[in-house]
Each structure stands twice: as C-alpha cells, then as structure tokens.
C-alpha cells in the first residue's frame, strides 16, 4: 500500500463515523477516487426523508435477531457504497475506471451496483462475511484488495 491508499482509507473512516447506524461497529464509510481526486463519498445511513435508526433508538435488524452477513434489504441504511453511486449520480459523475475506498468489504448488493458503475478497484480494511460478493468481483474481473499498512 502506498500513502495515497492510507489517505483515502483514513478518509473513508472520517467519512464512517458520520454513519447513522445505530450498531456499535458498523458506521461504514466510503470514497470514490480517481487519478487521485476524490469524486462522491459515502456513508450508511438512512435514505432521505426516513427516519435514522439512531432517530428511532434501536436497529431494526438487531430487533429481528438478523446475522450479519444475510438479508442486506431488511435495514433502514443504505450502504456507503451505494451513496458514493448515488451521490455520482445526482451530480452526473462517472465512476467508470475509479477505485472504491471502504472501510468493510462491501456486501453482494453494494458489489453488483459497484461493478455495474464502471467502478475496477475495491480497497477495503475490515472484511465481511459475504463470500458471494467476493466472487462477483472475481468474475467481473473488479480488483478486491484488502487495504494492509
């Protein structure tokens, strides 16, 4: 890893710790780059207009006794990656050929929105326990690099 990645790996966290998430342990954060500059960033948190589970006092998941790992759409959240490509979309950038910064390994759903984004490059510190996305990566030729200082 070089210092531009421990850059944008520091500011995923930064951007994280904005995370409406109610869990301790999953404010996810992420950012977009390319050629160095940073395009959208993102963090998980309720959509616009919906109440936050921070707002609400609980986590819906952990109220229903979800896994981690499984049934992605039962949350209040959207993920941090999929704001990064929401947030490019509104302002009508494109992703194609970036390198996504994440503080977790995104999930199957966030990696298919990822690959379809023109997004090549993953870089993410913690991992996830969602081997199926690891393999959509794989197969769609998107690099998945676990960030190591």
């Known amino acids: 890893m070089n210092k531009w990645d421990k850059r944008f790996i520091e500011m995923a966290e930064v951007v994280g710790s904005w995370s409406s998430c109610y869990q301790e ?3 996810v954060g992420a950012v977009v780059v390319k050629d160095k ?4 960033t993102g963090y998980n948190g309720a959509p616009s207009g919906i109440k936050s589970c921070k707002e609400k006092g609980e986590c819906l998941r952990k109220k229903l006794g979800i896994p981690s790992g499984t049934r992605q759409e039962t949350c209040f959240a959207v993920h941090a990656e999929q704001n990064c490509i929401c947030q490019a979309s509104k302002l009508g950038v494109s992703l194609e050929g970036a390198t996504i910064y994440v ?3 995104p999930c199957a759903i966030c990696t298919k929105m990822i ?3 023109g997004i090549k490059k993953v870089i993410y510190k913690y991992g996830y326990p969602d081997e199926f996305s690891r393999e959509l990566l794989k197969e769609a030729g998107v690099e998945l690099i676990k960030y190591e200082e």
């Open 115 to 117: 690959i379809n984004s």
């Open 37 to 40: 500059r940073i395009l959208t």
């Open 25 to 27: 342990g999953r404010q």
């Open 103 to 105: 503080t977790h390994q």
